[in-house]
């Protein structure tokens, strides 16, 4: 049994290099494809893949294999051309979900939303609230199957121990990130920092689609801070030297969340979009004077255990899957 593996936008290709990790350690053969952002994400995750430039299809004209697993993208079509390929070769496909939106949309053309999805055999759903949302999106549910999210798993197993309540928040760093009032919860970030004595060192972390980052850069210049721009390739590895994470509603706070590291979602001024903000995951605070007080007072609470169990070995589960689709 060979599968081939394809994923092009971050979030997918994190699902899918988990996956095809867990399936190559239990001797399946898998053939991994990873085109664009997946490229760096693979890599980051320690899984062998073949790059594919920005023309993909003279790559479905060589493919042979047995199963197709991808992830599902929003600026490519790399994916929906495989599931399509897969339909005419008869091949059976999965596509796992990374995140809890736009579930119709991940497999529809980007260029035409109004088409009929190209939908693959199989769906791989987070939990029950991202099923219960794939089925309001139209999505039908003989394709759905809820085994978790990969890429969590992966995260799970690489928790470190909880940060103790007892020692003083030192290293900070802020997930920026575009179209989320992100000046302004940085200049209230600021204000409260100022008077933060603790305080060693805040990174600064900008999202890559952010761009021209002046104005976040002028308040940090002018502000008293000790501050630094954080550029490193494995972000991981830098959540891992921080005391806490905060952020709007980025990716990274799970990431966090998950390995251990108290990840706070900063909510002035937004809409709280975050799934794991109610399930004691990530920890919203929308005010300066609550985010005063929990840097003096940290309450971490207990992540919800059922969540993290579900997501526990869902790696495997989803290579299992691939191999009972057959």
């Known amino acids: 049994m060979k599968i081939i593996a394809i994923a092009h936008d971050p979030g997918g290709a994190n699902a899918v290099a988990a996956t095809v990790a867990a399936l190559r350690e239990t001797g399946t053969e898998v053939e991994a494809y990873a085109k664009g952002p997946a490229i760096r994400q693979f890599q980051r995750l320690g899984v062998a893949c073949t790059s594919i430039s920005e023309e993909h299809q003279t790559l479905f004209v060589r493919l042979t294999g047995d199963i197709l697993l ?16 897969a339909r005419q070769e008869y091949i059976p496909s999965i596509a796992v979900i ?65 940060k103790s309540i007892f020692k003083p928040i030192e290293n900070i760093l802020f997930a920026s990130q575009p179209n989320a009032n992100e000046i302004e919860i940085l200049r209230i970030l600021i204000k409260v920092l100022t008077d933060y004595k603790p305080l060693k060192k805040l990174l600064i972390r900008f999202h ?19 501050f630094a721009i954080d550029e490193s390739v494995d972000t991981l590895a830098t959540l891992c030297n921080q005391d806490i994470i905060l952020g709007i509603t980025s990716i990274i706070l799970i990431e966090a969340a998950l390995m251990g590291i108290p990840a706070v979602s900063l909510m002035s001024g937004v809409d709280e979009t975050l799934v ?38 869902a790696d495997f589960r989803v290579a299992q899957l691939c191999k009972a689709i057959i």
Request: include cysteine; hydrophobic fraction near 35%; charged fraction near 25%.
């Open 276 to 313: 794991t903000n109610q399930r004691g995951i990530t920890i919203p605070l929308n005010s300066s004077e609550k985010l005063r007080e929990f840097l003096y007072f940290p309450q971490y609470g207990e992540i919800e255990e059922q969540f993290v169990e579900q997501q526990r070995h």
């Open 98 to 162: 990374d995140y809890w939106a736009n579930y119709r949309q991940r497999f529809q053309p980007i260029n035409n939303p109004n088409t009929e999805p190209t939908f693959p055999d199989i769906i791989a759903a987070i939990d029950e609230v991202c099923k219960a949302g794939m089925l309001a999106d139209g999505i039908p549910e003989k394709r759905i199957r809820v085994v978790g999210q990969p890429y969590f798993a992966w995260l799970i197993a690489r928790q470190k121990s909880r």
């Open 208 to 226: 890559p689609r952010q761009g021209e980052c002046h104005a976040s850069l002028d308040l940090l210049a002018q502000s008293v801070l000790p």
């Open 70 to 85: 991808t992830g599902t993208s929003q600026y490519d079509e790399f994916e929906r051309d495989a599931i399509f390929w």
